[in-house]
T-cell receptor, first 112, second 114 residues
Framework: RKEVEQDPGPFNVPEGATVAFNCTYS??????FFWYRQDCRKEPKLLMS???SGNEDGRFTAQLNRASQYISLLIRDSKLSDSATYLC?????????????FGTGTQLKVEL | EAQVTQNPRYLITVTGKKLTVTCSQN?????MSWYRQDPGLGLRQIYY???????DKGDVPEGYKVSRKEKRNFPLILESPSPNQTSLYFC?????????????FGQGTRLTVV
């Protein structure tokens, strides 16, 4: 079983749609959680951290369910510029640092 | 501007010819990593370094070496590249901080070994 699992997609949605991505992780000792965005094989960039209480950043809402080891990302009012691959990331303290484990990513295509 | 710089961006080489991919960061981070990214497999950690002269294997270290002689530099060395090392490589420098941990990535090096 992969440490972090995501539906690879692609998710093809019309502009203005609401889309949700899900992610599960296997290590219950994981401590921190994130969503990264990666455009067209460019470098990944942090989109947002994910907190147990849930958090929102504009059109983006992230949720964490530690009991189910499940993370989600909701994008409202999708824009063409949201087209990218979204990587679910978990962090585990290891040997004095934080090891980040990446999911394989979910591809989103927003269309006119 | 905070950044991670990798070179080269693109490289085609032949099997067995030693190569080095350089990585430099200007954020004074202690923790740096190398990843490779392959279709369907995502980003996998090759090696990481927690500080100068402290390095350790990640999930896929075979065929790679690293060094950390200075805090800002973390080169990746392929002593004898093979075609299965054809991949997209990313160097990352990580700002510690629990839930505020953030990895800053270089622009990537697309390596082809023929």
């Amino acid at each position: 079983r992969k440490e972090v699992e995501q539906d690879p997609g692609p998710f093809n949605v019309p502009e203005g749609a609401t889309v949700a991505f899900n992610c599960t992780y296997s290590n219950s000792a994981s401590q921190s959680f994130f969503w990264y965005r990666q455009d067209c094989r460019k470098e990944p960039k942090l989109l947002m951290s994910v907190y147990s209480s849930g958090n929102e950043d504009g059109r983006f809402t992230a949720q964490l369910n530690r009991a189910s080891q499940y993370i989600s990302l909701l994008i409202r009012d999708s824009k063409l510029s949201d087209s990218a691959t979204y990587l679910c990331v978990v962090s585990l303290s290891a040997g004095g640092g934080n090891k980040l484990t990446f999911g394989t990513g979910t591809q989103l295509k927003v269309e006119l | 501007e905070a950044q991670v710089t990798q070179n080269p961006r693109y490289l085609i080489t032949v099997t067995g010819k030693k190569l080095t991919v350089t990585c430099s960061q200007n954020m004074n981070h202690e923790y740096m990593s190398w990843y490779r990214q392959d279709p369907g497999l995502g980003l996998r950690q090759i090696y990481y370094s927690m500080n100068v002269e402290v390095t350790d294997k990640g999930d896929v270290p075979e065929g790679y070496k690293v060094s950390r002689k200075e805090k800002r530099n973390f080169p990746l060395i392929l002593e004898s590249p093979s075609p299965n090392q054809t991949s997209l490589y990313f160097c990352a420098s990580t700002k510690p901080g629990g839930a505020n941990t953030e990895a800053f990535f270089g622009q990537g090096t697309r390596l082809t070994v023929v």
